[in-house]
């Protein structure tokens, strides 16, 4: 059972769960990133909508936009919304700071959240470290827990066909190879939220819900296999080994036996020199035109 986390200091309000996710990350000049759209919705690639989704999101992008003129209103403040389907985060605020722009991310509970919680959203974005309405906020986020949910259990049907990558196929070779089949957990691609980014997370292990997610900008014609299958490889290890638990109850995502076993992977250095390589990684960080 996940609890709130409210209210810390930094304008993100958490649910936090006694399982960790392990993740691959690669950051890329994050401190310089900044909120660029006016009001933004993180949506399925076009490719794989259905006709009901694509309406939904019609629906989504219009509740968006008036959240998004409500509360520039209440606020008096330029504000830049993003609309997620986190499961952990439920919202966040960060200023700019010339004070010009506060860059906010919402959970897409919020487009539908009553007048209180609104003005509420609206006094937060500008005191983000105020408790005013921290129990408000709780209680909302907690009656709509059941939207959290369902959109993990929309996110979590797999997509293993990429346009140049078939994540079943590499999951199986490798499982088969190096695991003896024991890996029991599903994959697929994850979503690819937003235009061009300055951070990405190439891969995650998700064990509350047995299953690795890769990030789709991998699926380009540019980046090798060997990148794909190292990436693959990683958030296999994390479900076979686990969460090490060390003395003093400080627990290591990356054990020594992670790490053994990770260099071993034939392919661990040429990937690794890959994705280090500076343009490669801006390749990646640019969103492809398909």
């Known amino acids: 059972m996940k609890a709130l986390n409210a209210w810390p200091d930094n304008g993100h309000v958490v649910l936090s769960s006694s399982t960790m996710n392990e993740q691959l990350d690669l950051f890329y000049n994050n401190t310089a990133a900044s909120c660029e759209s006016a009001a933004t919705v993180c949506a399925v690639p076009q490719e794989l909508r259905s006709p009901a989704d694509q309406s939904d999101e019609a629906d989504q992008a219009l509740l968006t936009r ?10 008096g403040l ?4 993003t609309v997620t389907d986190n499961t952990s985060t439920m919202m966040s605020v960060r200023h700019l700071p010339d004070g010009s722009k506060a860059c906010v991310r919402l959970h897409r509970m919020f487009l539908t959240a009553p007048t209180e919680v609104r003005k509420a959203l609206a006094y937060w974005i500008k005191h983000p470290r105020s408790r005013k309405h921290g129990a408000l906020f709780r209680d909302f986020i907690v ?9 993990v259990a929309r996110a979590n049907m797999p997509v293993t066909q990429g346009r ?42 998700y064990p509350n819900e047995q299953l690795i997610r890769i990030h789709p900008r991998l ?11 190292y990436i693959v490889y990683h958030e296999m290890l994390h479900a076979h080994i686990g969460i090490e638990q060390t003395e003093g109850k400080r627990r290591s995502m990356h054990p020594r036996i992670f790490k053994r076993m990770e260099a071993a992977f034939p392919e661990y250095e040429p990937a690794l020199a890959w994705i280090e390589n500076g343009d490669n990684l801006r390749r990646v960080l640019r969103r492809s035109r398909r």
């Open 66 to 75: 008036q959240l998004h003129e409500e509360l520039q209103y209440r606020s």
């Open 78 to 81: 330029h504000i830049s919304l």
């Open 143 to 151: 009656a709509r827990s059941h939207e959290i949910r369902s959109g």
């Open 164 to 205: 140049y990558y078939d994540l079943k196929e590499i999951f199986r070779e490798l499982n088969q190879r190096y695991f003896d089949n024991a890996i029991d957990v599903a994959i697929s691609w994850g979503r690819d939220c937003g235009r061009n980014t300055r951070s990405i997370r190439f891969g995650g292990y």
């Open 219 to 229: 699926d380009q014609a540019f980046v090798p296999a060997f990148v794909v299958r």
